[in-house]
């Protein structure tokens, strides 16, 4: 879409649709973060350029205009998790009309989302978990930040947002546990062991004032330039660490966060436990994992069983 076509879109959806407003309300009666508020926003512009496209108003909108929309998603070979992503949006966007009485009912009510194959997450295991945390060296500040990030990231398996965004306050020592708010700004309580302790003491007693240089900061992670991590640093610090140990294995948070779960898991904890610790708002998200158990069982019983 060039800069004109953006334009032209722009006053259309102004002009005939509730846009701003259903962004405002979601923001408000959901708790959404900025980036899902800037997601929903883009998804809806594809929407509404295929719309201005083919000069259809958007309470106006058929079975046979929607199936050309989704035949258009299609043909731009977009991913079924994206295409049921756009419905989602759509479909929300459709039932805020109609709350506000713009429309007499939703259509998109009626439109499925596609079948998404479940992948499995990927995790590290034990050996390999046990190689990233005990060859990480811890001769400089650096290393001994980097070594925290990795023992966090296992120890609670938090998000890498919520990482970014601890705050020294946050952290009771006593308990072992961080308060930590997750999507939805919804807050919960996550629980590190002895090692993690012990690498939060070190760090804070031999590395943070290095990097906050006589600055202050009240976020615990932070860098050079005296500024709490960025997302996108917590992920390049894994990547360098993961090369400099030579692991064979693609490492990223979000790994160690399915590492965490499948930890807990395959040593007995109970999965509500495990939801409430990711901070899971449905038990299915978190039944992901019991896939990796229950093919973990099935191998031990076909290489062990004699009569199988």
Not at 105 to 125: E, G, R, S, V
Request: proline fraction near 2%; hydrophobic fraction near 35%.
């Amino acid at each position: 879409m060039n800069v004109e076509d953006k334009k032209k879109l722009l006053i259309y959806i102004n002009e005939n649709s509730e846009v701003s407003n259903f962004l405002n309300h979601i923001k408000i009666t959901r708790n959404y973060t900025e980036n899902t508020i800037i997601s929903y926003e883009q998804e809806l512009w594809k929407y509404f350029f295929f719309l201005k496209e083919h000069n259809i108003k958007e309470t106006k909108i058929t079975k046979e205009n929607i199936r050309a929309y989704l035949k258009s998603l299609d043909e731009k070979h977009c991913k079924n998790t994206t295409i049921s992503h756009n419905i989602s949006v759509i479909r929300s966007y459709y039932n805020y009309l109609l709350l506000e009485n713009k429309i007499k009912n939703n259509i998109w009510n009626q439109i499925k989302n596609p079948k998404i194959p479940k992948k499995l997450p990927n995790f590290l295991t034990t050996m390999e978990i046990e190689k990233l945390l005990k060859e990480t060296d811890l001769n400089t500040p650096f290393e001994i930040r980097n070594r925290l990030i990795i023992e966090l990231l296992f120890a609670t398996g938090l998000r890498v947002s919520e990482l970014v965004n601890i705050k020294i306050s946050d952290i009771s020592f006593e308990e072992k546990s961080i308060r930590t708010l997750g999507k939805g700004k919804k807050e919960r309580i996550v629980y590190f062991g002895d090692y993690a302790k012990e690498m939060l003491q070190k760090y804070l007693e031999k590395s943070r004032n290095e990097f906050l240089n006589n600055k202050t900061s009240t976020y615990l992670l932070v860098g050079k330039n005296s500024l709490k991590l960025t997302r996108n640093r917590i992920s390049e610090i894994l990547e360098e660490t993961v090369r400099k140990i030579g692991l064979q294995h693609h490492i990223s948070p979000h790994v160690l966060r399915h590492t965490f779960a499948t930890q807990l898991l395959n040593n007995g904890a109970d999965i509500r436990s495990v939801q409430e610790l990711l901070g899971h708002e449905k038990l299915s998200t978190t039944q992901i994992y019991t896939h990796i158990t229950n093919d973990q069982l099935r191998k031990a019983y076909l290489d062990n069983m004699p009569r199988k």
